[in-house]
């Protein structure tokens, strides 16, 4: 089977708009949540959210591809070009070689509510306007990228809920070790808005510390009350390692281990098993034992039920020594986007040598205190690191990266 | 509303929306060679039209305007026809 690198990664989230003022935000523990008066307005239980700018894209894209493109949509653009530009992939090279695109997307709310108020309202199905079928699609980001970027290789989207991106990471792994494939455009993307998380605001799952929304998202924290919903977009550039020395590309790291598995129990409530499975997969998948990873970025959302049980699952497996944390405690929780923005950010770990603080773990529950988590910013080699994602469905994604020396 | 405010408001968008430039915006431009407006873009032009100048456009309606001049005629006789 053929290695499996990451040549190029770039991000637009909620800390930051680009890698180096993400790397800036996690070593020093920058929040990127706050209120959405919108919320407020429009009676949801919890008005908090991550905090994200739209990029302008006027004058960067012609009207053409710039009209398909929703809010993730723009986002991922932005984070894909920072990953391409990384990698040293321009158009040229993509013209002359067959680059493919596989990313996590689960929801494209607003141009979906739009479309039907205009033909509701206009009886005229018409006036909706050419752009927002393609807006409106699962596949929105990787049917609009594909076309933007005149990708000619594999080209479709993920969604399993929120291990969508991780997932995509994991399939694009699988393809290139086959040799089916050599270089793949991947990533995640999440729309930040209140439409798209009415519903998911009325099952009660946010938390509605809105005291000060800095602390509202504590993953393992004992007084934790629910997740903080956010978004953005981050890309990697998965390729082989053939294929990157080949291009003398930088390579970040290698994707050595992928583990996936379903809960087949409750559609909402996670539990231990299924995460226990995924990450052994992983770590089978990788031939490594649990000694061998120096640093986990768990998923822990900041759910009372979830992180108690992948706390569960992680001391199962890797006891108590090794270290973890949660940088949603920083993002809040990037949903479709998250698989793939933490492995950027354990990257940046990893290449800063630092775990970034779980900001505002102050008490540890019964669960994790029997963890390695730290509300301050650790100083740390790391060589080899694993990143946890779940979904609602019970579905669950686990990889493996590793530095390439 | 007279034939100058009709062309007025059609190169308007046309700069504006399809970021058309204006020395391109002449009479017998051709919407496909000239301004590469595809058939995609002619949805867009019948939500500005009914957004502008206030009627429905049938898609069918559409079909025989080849140049800049046939959609100012036709809106213009529209206006007219819906006034």
New interface residues.
């Given amino acids: 089977m053929k290695r499996v690198v990451i040549t190029g990664m770039g991000v637009y989230s909620t800390i930051g708009k680009n890698i180096e003022e993400v790397n800036h935000s996690l070593y020093n523990g920058v929040s990127g949540i706050g209120i959405d008066a919108k919320r407020i307005d429009d009676g949801f239980r919890s008005p908090l959210t991550g905090i994200i700018e739209r990029p302008i894209l006027k004058g960067v894209l012609p009207r053409r591809m710039r009209i398909g493109l929703p809010e993730q949509g723009e986002y991922a653009y932005v984070a894909t070009m920072e990953a391409l530009e990384m990698a040293q992939i321009d158009e040229d090279f993509r013209l002359k070689n067959e680059v493919g695109i596989l990313y996590g997307n689960d929801s494209s709310a607003v141009p979906v509510i739009n479309a039907i108020d205009i033909v509701r309202a206009k009886k005229d199905t018409t006036l909706v306007g050419s752009g927002s079928i393609f807006q409106s699609m699962n596949s929105t980001i990787t049917m609009n990228l594909s076309v933007i970027l005149k990708l000619t290789g594999v080209n479709f989207t993920i969604s399993g809920a929120c291990a969508s991106s991780s997932h995509a990471i994991g399939m694009a792994m699988v393809l290139i070790q086959q040799g089916l494939q050599d270089i793949i455009i991947c990533g995640g993307g999440q729309e930040v808005n209140a439409e798209s998380m009415g519903s998911f605001d009325g099952l009660s799952a946010f938390s509605i510390n809105t005291n000060d929304p800095t602390k509202a998202s504590r993953p393992f924290d004992r007084d934790r009350d629910g997740l903080v919903p956010s978004g953005g977009a981050a890309t990697v550039i998965v390729e082989s390692y053939e294929s990157a020395i080949k291009r003398g590309a930088p390579i970040l790291a290698e994707l050595t281990g992928y583990g996936f598995s379903s809960n087949g129990e409750h559609i909402s409530v996670p539990n231990v098993e299924g995460p226990t499975k995924s990450l052994e997969k992983a770590l089978k998948y990788a031939g490594l034992c649990a000694q061998d990873i120096d640093y986990i970025n768990a998923h822990a959302t900041s759910t009372i039920i979830g992180d108690m049980n992948e706390a569960q699952a992680l001391y199962n497996i890797f006891g108590s020594k090794t270290p973890i944390n949660s940088t949603k405690s920083m993002t809040g929780h990037e949903m479709w986007m998250c698989g793939a923005s933490e492995i950027i950010y354990s990257i940046l770990m990893m290449q800063n040598s630092y775990i970034a603080p779980t900001i505002n773990f102050e008490n540890p529950d019964e669960y994790s205190a029997k963890l390695n988590i730290s509300g301050n910013r650790i100083e740390k080699n790391i060589d080899t690191f694993l990143s946890n994602s779940f979904g609602f469905g019970g579905t669950n994604s686990t990889l493996i990266v590793k530095k390439v020396k | 509303m007279t034939k100058e405010e009709v062309i007025e408001k059609v190169d308007a968008f046309l700069i504006d929306?399809?970021?058309i430039e204006e020395d391109q915006i002449k009479p017998d431009a051709n919407f496909k060679d000239d301004l590469e407006i595809?058939s995609?873009?002619f949805?867009?032009i019948?939500?500005i039209i009914?957004r502008e100048f206030g009627f429905?456009?049938k898609?069918e309606e559409m079909t025989h305007i080849r140049q800049l001049s046939d959609l100012y005629d036709y809106i213009e006789e529209q206006v007219k026809i819906h006034s």
């Fill in positions: 929306e399809f970021e595809e995609l873009d949805v867009d019948v939500v009914e429905k456009v898609g």
